[in-house]
C-alpha cells in the first residue's frame, strides 16, 4: 500500500508518505495562518523526496475534524480533490483518535481541543485507538467529571496543561488500512459545533 496521511484539522500539521508500512517522508510541525500557501508545496516535497508520484498512491487517509474549521476545510479540499482525480480511495480519521495515538500508560486516553469560553473538543478513546466515549463538544469540566473514575491520560496540543507528545501515524494507519472509504463527494468536515458566523446567524433571528 502507497498512501498520502493529510492532517489540518490541528495545532500539529502532519503530511506523510507511507509505503507498505514504513514512512518514507513526514512533515510534522506547527500548523499556521499561512496553511493554504504552505501546504502545497510540502506536498510536493513530499512526493519528491518519497520518489514517488501522485498516480503512484492508492490510499488517502485524511482527518475531517474536530479541530481548526479553517484547516478542516484546506485539508478536505485537497483530499477530495486529489481523491477524485486520481480515481483513490479516501479515508477519513477523527483529529481526536489521532491525537489518541499519543499513547500513554493509562487504560484509556483523553485528547482535547481547546474550543474556548471552557468547552473542549474531546473524546476517549482505549490504547487501541477504540472509541469508548464519542468526540463531542462540551465543558471541560463537565467532560473531566465524567471520566474521572477510569484510568484515564488527558493529552493535548494547546494551554491546558496537559501532556502533548508526537503522533504514531503507522498506529492509526494501521488500525484503517482496511477501511472501505468513502465517496470524495461525500467527504464531509466533523465540526461538532456550529462556526461562530453561524452562532451569531442564529441569535440575530
Same mark, same amino acid.
Given at each position: 500500500m502507497k498512501s498520502l496521511f493529510i492532517n489540518t484539522s490541528t495545532k500539529k500539521l502532519v503530511?506523510?508518505?507511507?509505503?507498505?508500512?514504513?514512512? %518514507?517522508y513526514i512533515y510534522n510541525d506547527d500548523n499556521s495562518n499561512e496553511l493554504s500557501g504552505k501546504i502545497m508545496p510540502i506536498i *510536493?516535497?513530499?512526493?519528491?523526496?518519497?520518489n514517488l508520484k501522485p498516480t503512484d498512491i492508492d490510499t488517502l487517509f485524511v482527518t475531517n475534524g474536530p479541530g481548526s474549521f479553517t484547516g478542516i476545510r484546506i485539508g478536505l479540499t485537497i483530499a477530495k480533490v486529489m481523491a477524485w482525480?486520481? %480515481?483513490?480511495? #479516501? !479515508?477519513?480519521?477523527?483529529?481526536?483518535?489521532?491525537?489518541?495515538?499519543? $499513547?500513554?500508560?493509562?487504560?484509556?486516553?483523553?485528547?482535547?481541543?481547546?474550543?474556548?469560553?471552557d468547552y473542549v473538543f474531546a473524546g476517549l478513546?482505549?490504547?487501541?485507538?477504540?472509541? !469508548?466515549?464519542? =468526540?463531542? &463538544?462540551?465543558?471541560?469540566?463537565?467532560?473531566?467529571?465524567? #471520566? @474521572? @473514575? %477510569? =484510568?484515564v491520560t488527558f493529552v493535548s496540543h494547546d494551554d491546558l496543561g496537559y501532556i502533548d507528545s508526537k503522533? *504514531?501515524?503507522?498506529? #492509526? !494507519?494501521?488500525? &484503517?488500512? &482496511?477501511?472501505? $472509504? #468513502?465517496?470524495? &463527494?461525500?467527504?464531509?468536515p466533523n465540526y461538532l459545533k456550529l462556526t461562530e458566523a453561524e452562532e451569531k446567524f442564529n441569535e440575530g433571528r
Amino acid at each position: 500500500m502507497k498512501s498520502l496521511f493529510i492532517n489540518t484539522s490541528t495545532k500539529k500539521l502532519v503530511i506523510a508518505i507511507i509505503v507498505d508500512n514504513e514512512i %518514507k517522508y513526514i512533515y510534522n510541525d506547527d500548523n499556521s495562518n499561512e496553511l493554504s500557501g504552505k501546504i502545497m508545496p510540502i506536498i *510536493d516535497e513530499a512526493f519528491t523526496k518519497a520518489n514517488l508520484k501522485p498516480t503512484d498512491i492508492d490510499t488517502l487517509f485524511v482527518t475531517n475534524g474536530p479541530g481548526s474549521f479553517t484547516g478542516i476545510r484546506i485539508g478536505l479540499t485537497i483530499a477530495k480533490v486529489m481523491a477524485w482525480s486520481l %480515481k483513490i480511495r #479516501v !479515508i477519513p480519521i477523527s483529529s481526536l483518535e489521532l491525537m489518541a495515538s499519543m $499513547g500513554s500508560d493509562t487504560q484509556y486516553i483523553a485528547p482535547l481541543i481547546d474550543a474556548r469560553r471552557d468547552y473542549v473538543f474531546a473524546g476517549l478513546y482505549d490504547n487501541e485507538l477504540n472509541s !469508548i466515549i464519542d =468526540d463531542r &463538544h462540551v465543558l471541560l469540566d463537565d467532560f473531566k467529571n465524567e #471520566v @474521572n @473514575n %477510569k =484510568d484515564v491520560t488527558f493529552v493535548s496540543h494547546d494551554d491546558l496543561g496537559y501532556i502533548d507528545s508526537k503522533y *504514531d501515524l503507522l498506529k #492509526v !494507519i494501521n488500525k &484503517h488500512r &482496511h477501511d472501505e $472509504g #468513502v465517496n470524495p &463527494h461525500e467527504l464531509n468536515p466533523n465540526y461538532l459545533k456550529l462556526t461562530e458566523a453561524e452562532e451569531k446567524f442564529n441569535e440575530g433571528r
